[in-house]
């Protein structure tokens, strides 16, 4: 993740009560989040490494059906299982079906990353940074494929998740993440981890898709979640990045829950 889109984490995840700002091994957010990332997470590896040549790589259907199979088998455990489970059944993957997996991971964070999403997100749960709308992408993910197309068709669903407490559980969405740890450094592995077609990092710049309409508040476009998040411990209506830090709050400077007048 870019820089500039990391600045306001550490501000947000402490108001939120995220722990993915305390994870052991974690990068911190800030900054040198992108270059931490590299060296933080198994699926990040050395920029500009080319795609492995391999005829017999899997095709973008069939990555997908690899992954979400994964995923979907865990869908019988608790939240906080999931991503236990899912590091039990990659170790077990032979390294073609691992880099199927990462292919499919990489594809499902990058479809989620738009600026649509990203707004959703916010008026749910209020100022959303860089930093933690990458753990709700792997938070919805975890929740399984026919929740993943719900909210990736119908953005104004995410306030059905069942999102709970003080939102601490969205931090799970970082904790998959490291799920391939173990697996990548079985035989093969390594060549896998040094691919940046399955770093997750080297796939993400900025959101994709048109910026949300300037001036109007996230919580008009996405009514449904901003009624769901409002009064909840971790919605933060007035909680504004300051001096542009966010690409977001650049590109909708009035565009969050509480935001009245463009500035």
């Not at 073609?96 to 738009?114: F, I, K, P, W």
């Not at 959303?128 to 938070?139: E, L, M, P």
């Not at 060549?191 to 001036?215: C, F, H, I, T």
Request: with cysteine; glycine share 12%; net charge negative.
């Amino acid at each position: 993740m870019g820089a500039t889109r990391g600045t306001a984490a550490a501000m947000v995840c402490l108001t939120l009560g995220l722990a993915a700002c305390g994870l052991p091994g974690a990068a911190a957010p800030g900054p040198s989040a992108a270059s931490s990332a590299t060296a933080n997470h198994p699926t990040a590896g050395p920029t500009g490494t080319a795609p492995a040549a391999d005829g017999a790589a899997a095709s973008a259907p069939a990555a997908r059906a690899t992954f979400w199979g994964v995923i979907d088998g865990v869908q019988g455990l608790p939240l906080t299982a999931r991503v236990e489970a899912i590091e039990v059944r990659l170790q077990a993957m032979s390294p073609a079906e691992l880099e199927a997996y990462l292919r499919g991971y990489v594809d499902a964070h990058r479809r989620l990353d738009t600026w649509r999403h990203w707004g959703a997100a916010s008026a749910f749960l209020g100022f959303v940074s860089d930093d933690v709308f990458f753990d709700v992408r792997g938070w919805v993910i975890l929740h399984g494929s026919r929740k993943y197309e719900q909210f990736l068709n119908d953005p104004d669903s995410l306030g059905t998740f069942g999102l709970t407490g003080d939102g601490e559980e969205i931090s799970e969405g970082e904790l998959l993440d490291y799920a391939p740890t173990q697996a990548l450094r079985q035989p093969g592995g390594a060549k896998l981890q040094a691919r940046d077609d399955l770093n997750v990092y080297s796939a993400l710049d900025e959101p994709s898709g048109e910026p949300l309409p300037d001036g109007v508040p996230v919580r008009e476009l996405f009514p449904k979640n901003a009624a769901a998040g409002e009064g909840q411990p971790w919605y933060l209506p007035d909680e504004m990045p300051e001096e542009g830090s966010s690409h977001l709050a650049g590109e909708l400077p009035s565009a969050f829950p509480g935001a009245t007048d463009k500035p």
